[in-house]
């Protein structure tokens, strides 16, 4: 006889694991099935985010900073520091730490929540109450029930034909987080967050790194002046040359290079590179579930039909994160997670796509949540806009770090906050208020009334939602 379950999660990344989590919270007997395998060959819970993603990238972009740091800005200061080196092998090793130490978190979170853990690759067998779900694990196999499933097998690296990843000299994001040593000359294909991310630490530890981008704006999905600001900051600060409207036509591995052909609006180039970034995008990993076996509605992107409850086709089985409609954003997919574990359990969940904040961690920092000026002026919307500088500001002075700036759009009629967009130091944190604000209905004419802590980068929040109403105090 199979074990049955109230709820089988087929994936432990941040959708997965917290779904697991809530389930159990809330009296389901649950099960968590994932097949991730560390690089000893060990389940290592956490999907991409924990293991190849969110998290090791965060380590390496704060090791490359404090490197920049003690190299270009501690002499601002008054603190010299001579004879400084980076050990490539302790930054990784450390990246790796943080990594297990994570993964391991959640090991403990399962067992304190009492949720059931099988390493191995889940996919449906039957349709029916309850469904059947196969565990391939190896050569071994074993078949469980659950009257609910929930999917939430994440998502894989787009793979370009003619730069297939070989793990060594053409890499995608797992291998750009492992190299032994900084190449001189790194080229990333793709002009998105893991390119900008990926190519901003290697790039601050003495890479000659190029972008190639396909599509004619840079960061087209930002606010076009904060895409301005940080192209600035890119180019002009951290050195990274980047290529837009690129058209890729050929790309031939050498013995030890890595010779990239391409063309844009100067004509045709070619570049040499030591190491290839691919970095085109993510696509839904729905391959291994067996879908038709239940005859699983996914659309013509391989994504799982869904609602806004994340309720796919089939009685009884949801779908979030990366495999379903929205922004492939860790925070996003955990959120839904909650949401389906509550809806199972009889409860009323609830996820606001349109307030979902989007952040990219190179430095300067990009946030934003809401609408952009290009999105109102495109649906006609009447709007007004306050922006201020953090170079007016006296927190981001003493900080050293006065780069960007925070805008905050809000509607002409109503001054409800439409969208905020920040580019500078810790924009991640601030774009906080905004979310809660948005999601509170509030106006800019609210945040302009709450009392912000002074000397302190939240200012620059405050001052922009008054300069919507064209009364900003100090500028």
Known sequence: MHPIYDVAVIGAGPGGYVTAIRAAQLGLRTVCIDDWKNAAGKPSLGGTCLNVGCIPSKALLESSENYERATKKFSQHGIAVQGVSMDVGAMIARK?????????????????????????????????????????????????????????????????????????????????????????????????????????????????????????????????????????????????????????????????????????????????????????????????????????????????????????????????GDVVRGPMLAHKSSEEGVMVAETISGQAGHVNLDTVPWVVYTSPEIAWVGKTERDLKAAGVDYRAGQFPFSANGRARALGETTGFVKVLADAKTDRILGVHIIGSFAAELISEAVMAMEFGASSEDIARIVHAHPSLAEAMHEAALGAAGRALHI
């Open 96 to 320: 790796d730490k943080i990594v297990e130490t994570f993964t391991g978190g959640i090991a403990m979170l399962f067992k304190k929540n009492k949720v059931a853990f099988m390493p191995g690759r889940g996919s449906f067998v039957a349709v029916g109450q309850p469904y059947r779900i196969a565990v391939e694990e190896g050569d071994a196999a074993e078949v469980i029930e659950a009257r609910h499933v929930v999917i939430a097998t994440g998502s894989l690296p787009r793979p370009i034909p003619m730069a297939p990843v070989d793990g060594d000299m053409i890499v995608d994001n797992v291998g750009a987080l492992s190299f032994k040593d900084v190449p001189k000359r790194l080229g990333v294909i793709g002009g998105g967050v893991i390119g900008l991310e990926m190519g901003s630490v290697w790039g601050r530890l003495g890479s000659a790194v190029t972008i190639l981008e396909a599509l004619p704006l840079f960061l087209a999905a930002a606010d076009e002046q904060v895409a301005k600001e940080a192209h600035r900051a890119f180019t002009r600060d951290l050195g990274l040359s980047i290529r837009t409207g690129v058209n890729i036509t050929g790309v031939k591995k050498g013995k030890r290079s890595v010779t990239v052909e391409y063309e844009d609006n100067d004509g045709a180039h070619h570049s040499e590179f030591d190491k290839l970034v691919v970095a085109v995008g993510r696509i839904p990993n729905t391959a291994g579930l067996k879908p038709n076996a239940v005859g699983l509605k996914l659309d013509g992107r391989g994504f799982i039909e869904v609602d806004d409850h994340c309720r796919a086709n089939l009685p009884n089985v949801y779908a979030v």
